[in-house]
């Protein structure tokens, strides 16, 4: 069992910065698979980006790509997402998720466990 725990949300103007922090229970976080996704109410949860086990592989969501950066930290369980040029439609609830899987799933069924979600807000 992992239980994900994300924080550094918030309200920021366009173009500003927020970093994302999401961290994991248990000794095994080195073990899984992490990925940021976001959801606004009406719509599908979609993919952000998503990080291999070891951190050496990373995949993003075209419209964030050159703007997000996402790393991991396995000694302090934690996966990061620093959002830089922040625009309106980066608005949403930004969840983490963990699974275990050999490859960087792109779609949310295939993830285990998720975090409660932290609000990112951009103004414009």
């Known amino acids: 069992q992992v239980q994900l725990v994300e924080s550094g949300g918030g309200l920021v103007q366009a173009g500003g910065s927020l970093r994302l922090s999401c961290t994991a229970s248990?000794?095994?976080?080195?073990?899984?698979?992490m990925g940021w996704f976001r959801q606004v109410p009406g719509k599908e949860r979609e993919f952000v980006s998503g990080?291999?086990?070891?951190?050496?592989?990373?995949y993003y969501k075209d419209s964030v790509k050159d703007r997000f950066t996402i790393s991991r930290d396995n000694a302090k369980n934690t996966v990061y997402l620093q959002m830089n040029s922040l625009k309106p439609e980066d608005t949403a609830v930004y969840y983490c998720?963990?699974?275990?899987?050999?490859?960087?799933?792109?779609?949310?069924?295939?993830?285990?466990?998720w975090g409660q979600g932290t609000q990112v807000t951009v103004s414009s």
């Open positions: 998720a963990a699974e275990r899987s050999q490859v960087v799933p792109k779609t949310p069924g295939q993830y285990d466990y």
């Open positions: 990080i291999s086990r070891g951190g050496v592989s990373t």
């Open positions: 248990g000794r095994t976080f080195r073990n899984y698979i």
